[in-house]
């Protein structure tokens, strides 16, 4: 069984291939920041759990139709995004080094949330047979950092393409004292979360295996 990850993300695509699965990653070309305006616009200001699911759902949907390879998609389709919390204000990627350096200093040594959408699409056969979906949520305490480890780890990078502004898996593990929930849920999706969605859709976890 063949899954398709609507996401460019690289920490998403190693998730997956550490829990051997080989997914057929699709760019979905989703305007993040106009979804999220538009659903506000009828809804109101919109909470991390709505807004990561709202993205992950548009991102598989955006793929239906997609013919990656040349071929239609027969499988299933994967969606996700992530946001951190702290404060009751949402973040996402800090892309500048400023905003980067300020996130570390406001969230260190203290605890957050992190929240991590799924929209799984039954796409078996060519065509939308069915959908799941449902968000993860897993509490991050930090480490406290001096203001040379948080330059240092600001200037590697890493934490400007990432929710948060830290990674558990690399360079940022060390800075993370413990995670509450499903580590995965910090790395970009819960694997627990995408088997329990597989599954109410008739496919069994270890169908999705790529072993070879």
């Keep these: 069984m063949r899954l398709y990850l609507a996401s460019t993300s690289p920490a998403r695509l ?12 699709v ?8 979804a999220v305006a538009a659903r506000e616009a009828e809804t109101g200001p919109l909470g991390a759990r709505d ?30 995004d992530s946001a951190f919390v702290i404060d009751g204000e949402i973040f996402g990627k800090p892309h500048e080094p400023e905003v980067a350096r300020e996130r ?19 796409h078996r056969g060519g065509e939308v047979r ?27 990078g890493e934490p400007l393409a990432v929710a948060g502004a830290f990674t558990v898996d690399s360079l940022g593990g060390p800075f993370i004292r413990s995670v509450t929930g499903d ?13 329990e969605l597989v599954r109410e859709l008739g496919v069994e976890w ?3 295996w790529d072993l070879r």
């Design 104 to 122: 570390w200093m406001r969230q260190n040594g203290r605890a957050g949330e992190l929240w991590s959408g799924h929209w799984v699409i039954d």
């Design 130 to 156: 069915a959908a799941v979906g449902r968000p993860a949520v897993a509490t991050v305490e930090f480490a406290d950092l001096d203001d040379l480890e948080i330059e240092a780890y600001v200037a590697t």
């Design 183 to 195: 580590p995965s849920t910090v790395v970009g999706l819960s694997l627990s979360t995408l088997r």
């Design 14 to 25: 190693q998730l997956l291939r550490q829990a051997g699965v080989e997914p057929v990653a």
């Design 51 to 80: 807004m990561v699911q709202l993205l992950a759902r548009s991102k598989a949907e955006a793929i239906v139709g997609a013919r990656p390879g040349g071929g239609p998609i027969d499988g299933l389709i994967l969606g996700g």
């Design 206 to 208: 270890t169908e999705l």
């Design 27 to 34: 760019a979905p070309g989703v305007d993040e920041e106009a």
